[in-house]
């Protein structure tokens, strides 16, 4: 969970019997400042939102999978959040070649920065700009492997022009300086509120018009079985 003032009571009630999870708590305000990097001034390309078993607006750039997928599961995340580092790294590699792969759930990953970390908002435009250049898993890779320094330094740009191409960068920069993806990164945080997010990370699991949201880091082997037993349910 991201750092922040104040304790947070949670909750934990697991539902054997229906398969739900969930995890309640107070709930944190997504707000924060606007990022820019040095580039010519370009506008994002806009491509059509799309809406996967009922789920709306979601970014093809940072969807994953199978839109046929019995599962929808969305993953609200702050790039400067340490349980979003954890989970992240892991259970994605292993989530992505027995689940996503395999075309038993579509990942959407959704962006909530929180408020009180200076760069995450930053890291979330820059990790939208590389989406949509088609290289979103090496920048989301290399924002959390490097989470402890650029969180120190604010040097996102730096960390992110470390997996990608000078004329990559270039076009990064360029859609960052756009201002155009702020409004993307709005959407995911304004759907994360009316989820109710109380932390980051936060995944919301859809399964045959059934809602689970999960707050907090869910380990492999509770992940795997959680997913296998919505898919056994007839």
Same mark, same amino acid.
């Given at each position: 969970?991201?750092?922040?003032?104040?304790?947070?009571?949670?909750?934990? &009630?697991?539902?054997?019997?229906?398969?739900? *999870?969930?995890?309640?708590?107070? *709930?944190?305000?997504?707000?924060?400042?606007?990022?820019?990097?040095?580039?010519?001034?370009?506008?994002? @390309?806009?491509?059509?939102?799309?809406?996967?078993?009922? *789920?709306?607006?979601?970014? @093809?750039?940072?969807?994953?999978?199978?839109?046929?997928?019995?599962?929808?599961?969305?993953?609200?995340?702050?790039?400067?959040?340490?349980?979003?580092?954890?989970?992240?790294?892991?259970?994605?590699?292993?989530?992505?070649?027995?689940?996503?792969?395999?075309?038993?759930?579509?990942?959407?990953?959704?962006?909530?920065?929180?408020?009180?970390?200076?760069?995450?908002?930053?890291?979330?435009?820059?990790?939208?700009?590389?989406?949509?250049?088609?290289?979103?898993? @090496?920048?989301?890779?290399?924002?959390?492997?490097?989470?402890?320094?650029?969180?120190?330094?604010?040097? *996102?740009?730096?960390?992110?022009?470390?997996?990608?191409?000078?004329?990559?960068?270039?076009?990064?920069?360029?859609?960052?300086?756009?201002?155009?993806?702020?409004?993307?990164?709005?959407?995911?945080?304004?759907?994360?509120?009316?989820?109710?997010?109380?932390?980051?990370? &936060?995944?919301?699991?859809?399964?045959?018009?059934? &809602?689970?949201?999960?707050?907090?880091?869910?380990?492999?082997? &509770?992940?795997?079985?959680?997913?296998?037993?919505?898919?056994?349910?007839?």
């Amino acid at each position: 969970m991201g750092r922040r003032a104040g304790a947070v009571a949670v909750a934990v &009630t697991v539902g054997l019997l229906t398969g739900w *999870v969930l995890i309640a708590g107070s *709930v944190v305000p997504a707000a924060g400042a606007n990022g820019n990097a040095g580039a010519e001034r370009i506008t994002a @390309p806009q491509s059509a939102a799309v809406t996967v078993d009922g *789920v709306g607006d979601i970014d @093809p750039h940072k969807s994953f999978g199978s839109k046929s997928a019995p599962i929808v599961m969305e993953v609200f995340s702050d790039y400067q959040c340490p349980a979003c580092k954890n989970f992240f790294l892991s259970t994605n590699r292993q989530l992505m070649e027995n689940y996503v792969s395999s075309g038993k759930v579509y990942l959407v990953h959704r962006d909530f920065p929180l408020p009180m970390h200076a760069y995450s908002r930053i890291a979330a435009q820059y990790a939208r700009a590389a989406a949509e250049i088609g290289k979103i898993e @090496p920048v989301e890779k290399v924002l959390f492997d490097n989470q402890d320094k650029w969180e120190q330094t604010g040097d *996102v740009d730096g960390t992110v022009a470390s997996v990608l191409s000078p004329a990559e960068m270039n076009k990064v920069r360029a859609l960052v300086k756009g201002g155009t993806l702020d409004s993307l990164i709005q959407k995911d945080t304004q759907l994360g509120q009316m989820y109710r997010l109380s932390q980051t990370p &936060t995944t919301v699991f859809h399964y045959k018009g059934q &809602t689970y949201p999960y707050s907090g880091v869910m380990g492999w082997d &509770t992940l795997r079985q959680f997913l296998d037993q919505l898919l056994s349910q007839k």
